[in-house]
């Protein structure tokens, strides 16, 4: 069984790739990774706020108790608090490859065109098999334009180019305007792959403290959603290679990822949730579900399902979006105990949308993990919370009248 992928121009036994997260910054882990089967590693980013700091402490966080992953947020930076310098980053890569086999890529964070840029290089001296570049900035100024913002990217990525031999891939938002646009712009710009794509986090306040403060929650298969369809849109309508990060836990998201088009399937919450380990069981599993659909290689399948050669393109688009609503709520009229309820025609209204049974369990589990407690412990409340989000989401209102009618 063939599990090859090339990505960056880098030959990879499997396209299984721990993305950015914390596990990088121990040796150990590194080494674990590669026996568990990962093909490369991207390291945790280097944050533009920790090169111009000192006094990098890896495991010295702000751990707090009703945190619900406090093991994940001792690890997430806090630009003020929570600093790395160069020379320990560098120092860290140059241990690693002496320790792997498998290509590192290392990975810089910045919002700024800044000397930092510079540091790109001392990254690939130290021994980077390739970079990824975090370009990211929650731009706030009105007076500024979304193309400012983007030609400021495209400088960066630019002068990175400029200065490095090994490959660049961008990791990106999908927050763009015109988003393969963008991406065209920027493998014109020299990218060698796109990274789709990166997660936020977005700070919660303390109703009682009145403090902001990071909340980090570990996706759920469901974000998957996003970068599958992006990389089904932009497969074939770029060069260069293409990467998916968020919410592969299992085999089958990774195999639909592929068939989608990406050339690495990338993995982090899921490790940080069902430890290292996890790499090995979604190789076996990869493996036998190839066997049984009588797949010899990776590349038999890999963009099978991308837009340009799915046999449904509109699928990918939001014409697709009345049908997927009916046909989601004609399925749950049949088969789920949901809760309905008839209109005055008599017909039976679900106001859950998209959303499938599966996903409101998803739902249901994060909300209990949101609050600290158990996954165990979802109960009812948590449930019936999940399906008022669905219910209340303002995209579901547009498929009501047609829903009825197919009802
Ligand atoms: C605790 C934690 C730390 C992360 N650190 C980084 C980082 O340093 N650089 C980066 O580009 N992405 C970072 N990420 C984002 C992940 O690499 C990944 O792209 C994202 O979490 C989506 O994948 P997932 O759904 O598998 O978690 C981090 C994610 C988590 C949960």
Excluded at 324 to 335: K, Y
Excluded at 371 to 384: K, L, M, V
Aim: aromatic share 6%.
């Amino acid at each position: 069984m063939d599990l090859r992928t090339t990505y960056l121009g880098l030959k990879l036994r499997t396209p299984l790739v721990p993305s950015a997260s914390p596990l990088s910054e121990d040796l150990d882990n590194l080494k674990r990774m590669e026996d568990a089967g990962a093909s490369a590693i991207v390291f945790h980013s280097l944050f533009e706020e920790h090169i111009r700091a000192h006094g990098y402490q890896p495991h010295e966080g702000r751990p707090r108790s009703r945190e619900p992953y406090p093991k994940a947020l001792t690890y997430f930076p806090e630009p003020a608090e929570f600093e790395v310098t160069l020379e320990d980053y560098l120092a860290h890569i140059a241990h690693a490859k002496a320790a792997l086999k498998i290509p590192i890529i290392g990975s810089i964070n910045g919002s700024t065109f800044g000397s930092w840029i510079t540091y790109a290089k001392q990254i690939e001296q130290a021994g980077a098999d390739a970079l990824e570049l975090n370009i990211y900035s929650v731009p706030t100024d009105p007076n500024v334009t979304a193309d400012e913002i983007e030609i400021g990217y495209l400088t960066i990525l630019a002068s990175v180019k400029a200065q490095l031999a090994i490959p660049v891939a961008v990791k990106l938002s999908p927050y763009f305007t015109n988003l393969s646009q963008f991406a065209r712009r920027l493998t014109e710009s020299g990218a060698d792959g796109l990274v789709l794509f990166n997660r936020f986090y977005q700070p919660d306040i303390d109703l009682e403290t009145r403090e902001v403060f990071p909340n980090v929650i570990l996706s759920t298969p469901t974000a998957m959603r996003l970068p599958l369809r992006w990389i089904a849109i932009l497969r074939g309508r770029i060069r260069g290679s293409l990467a998916g990060t968020g919410g592969i836990h299992r085999a089958t998201d990774a195999l639909k990822m592929l068939m989608v088009g990406a050339d690495v399937t990338m993995l982090c919450s899921a490790l940080l949730a069902r430890g290292i380990g996890h790499i090995a069981t979604i190789e076996r599993e990869m493996r036998e579900w190839m066997e049984q659909h009588k797949y010899h290689s990776i590349e038999q399948f890999k963009g099978c399902m991308s837009q340009e050669n799915c046999p449904d393109p509109a699928a990918f688009e939001r014409a697709q979006y009345l049908r997927s609503v009916s046909t989601a709520r004609v399925r749950s009229a049949r088969t789920a105990s949901l809760g309905g309820t008839k209109d005055a025609s008599g017909a039976l209204c679900l106001d859950v949308g998209t959303v499938t049974r599966r996903e409101l369990r998803e739902r249901a589990v994060e909300l209990v993990v949101e609050d600290g407690r158990p996954a165990r412990e979802a109960a009812n409340s948590d449930w019936e919370q999940a399906k008022g989000e669905a219910s209340s989401a303002p995209e579901m209102a547009t498929g009501t009248e047609h829903t009825k009618a197919e009802l």
